[in-house]
């Protein structure tokens, strides 16, 4: 008798297969402007025909990628993007039925995940005025807690934690043995990283990728760090030679230039800045926290806006519903200056 996966059938999975070139990009978090064609030019002209012929290697780039996070290579397990860390993690440190605890609204591929294997996500809801308070997500962590996941700053709130709640959060953990996964995919926006509590416990582990600051989203790669013994685990699960060695080149050309990255990181902050601003002027109610993206209660309706956004102007956003006192808002993903007054005038075209 064939078998199916009935955690398979049963999982709702939505796939965009719009095609998205020659528009301006403010609906996934990536960054709109993406890196100087100049600096494509340069990394694209030391690729060669072996570089493209050979299976990707690894260790060049990791031994970079360690010397900058301050960790050894063993600290370190590439990946696919961080979702696939993140659902490596998943496979290796919980069990059928095992609880996963994140809070919500989030990432949608945490329970996504969660499906797909069999475990048990649970949920911690933000406060109406979107709020939030840590100790409800202490309170949900119980013996039967395999996983907590912790974003910091949180997609697509913004919220972010302080050493001590998240010094509480691994605390309340490790008392019900449970490992505690830190996403940091949006920490080049937040002055603060928790990396130290995945270099100096175990079963504590922090996942990042490239594809926001980095603007590689199209290579695909992310990583996982934490003790060189839960490192081994994960990279078990890892398909054979899975890291672009596009992405490896970029990222290694960014770290390799001078002060490219607080450059990036001026750029993206100067521009949420100019739009959060604009916006308030105008009149908008506005949530704006940490991360490369905000929340817009619209003076229209929100599915409509993003809809005549993109057939009238070009420009791809998103709206959310049910997102405490904004109810059907929009999320917009911020980006340089420039690109954010397109995005006001074309508001300020349509929305009213």
Known sequence: MYYINPDIVNLHRIFDQNAR????RMDLNENPGGLPTEFI??????????????YPEQLAF???????LGCAVNNICLTNGSAEAIRYIIQAFTSPNGKIVSVAPSYAMYEVYSKMYGRKHVPVAYNNDLS?????????????????????PNNPVGDAYSEQEMEQIIAAAQKNEATVLIDEAYHYFYPNSFLKYA?????????????KLFSLAGCRLGFA??????IALVQKLCTPHNINAFGMAFAAAILDTPGMLQSMINTQLEGKRFLVE???????????????????????????????MKTEKRILIKSYNGIGCLGNCLRISTGPKEIMKIFIDALIA???
């Open 225 to 230: 760090i934490g003790k060189p013994e839960g």
């Open 21 to 24: 070139d020659n528009y301006i």
């Open 41 to 54: 030019q340069k990394v694209f002209a030391e690729i060669t025909p072996e570089t493209i012929s050979k």
């Open 199 to 211: 270099l100096e416990n175990e079963h504590v582990f922090v996942t990042r990728t490239c594809s």
């Open 350 to 352: 349509l929305d009213k």
């Open 62 to 68: 990791t031994e970079k990628l360690a010397a900058h």
């Open 278 to 308: 604009s916006l308030r002027e105008l009149g908008y109610e506005v949530n704006a926290k940490e991360g490369n993206f905000i929340f817009v209660k619209p003076k229209t309706d929100a599915d409509t806006l993003v809809a005549r």
């Open 132 to 152: 939030f308070d840590t100790q409800n997500i202490i309170n949900e962590i119980t013996p039967d807690t395999e996983l907590v996941i912790i974003v910091n």
